[in-house]
């Protein structure tokens, strides 16, 4: 028997992700994006150590850690957004305009509110089959974001949400996996 080159049977594949995808919380879709969406499990792995040790050997190796995060690029600038991209946002007295509304962060030092964390995050993409896949994160924190204006463009929004464990659900333990990879057939 010939193995096959490609890795593809005779028939097209099925599991091929497609489009930029759809970043949500909870049922909520965050907003366009430009570019499409990135997710890196952040896995780190140890090979344990020992004296005479020369290379890397099988059976020694442990994950020793995830940082898994979802990484794109925002379009759009809702009212919606401002409290998902500054973590614990309230809204506070413009005083200079009437009828606006203005949003402030934590001070730095703050430790964060259970409710200052997104909960429910979804990176969903289409299967070639038609079917869905999606990477959950049921806690999580957006760590990191930036606003680029440009000429003749949208602004870019560029953001890193973390996934975070989250210590008070059913069954988690400290080694527990922060996220999870789920095949759907529909949204």
Do not use: C, H
Not at 14 to 41: N, R
Not at 42 to 52: I, S
Not at 88 to 112: E, F, I, N, P, R
Not at 158 to 184: C, H, K, N, Q
Request: proline letters at 4%.
């Amino acid at each position: 028997m010939t193995a096959p080159l490609t890795g593809y049977t005779s028939a097209l594949p099925t599991d091929v992700l497609m489009d930029s995808g759809v970043l949500y919380v909870g049922a909520t879709v965050i907003g366009a994006t430009l570019g499409g969406l990135k997710f890196d499990p952040g896995t780190e792995y140890r090979n344990v150590e020992f004296d005479g040790k020369r290379s890397p050997v099988r059976g020694l190796d442990r994950k020793s850690a995830v940082m898994p995060k979802l990484t794109g690029t925002l379009i759009q600038l809702s009212t919606t957004n401002v409290a998902q991209i500054e973590p614990g946002a309230t809204t506070v007295a413009t005083g200079a305009w009437t009828g606006s509304t203005s949003y402030q962060g934590k001070a730095s030092g703050t430790l964060l509110a259970s409710g200052d964390y997104l909960t429910d995050v979804r990176a969903i993409w289409l299967r070639g089959s038609g079917a869905f896949v999606q990477v959950r994160f049921p806690a999580a924190l957006l760590v990191k974001y930036d606003m680029t204006s440009q000429d003749a463009a949208e602004i870019a929004i560029a953001f890193e949400i973390e996934a975070r464990l989250d210590m008070a659900a059913s069954g988690v333990t400290i080694g527990s996996m922060p996220y999870r990879i789920e095949y759907l057939a529909s949204v």
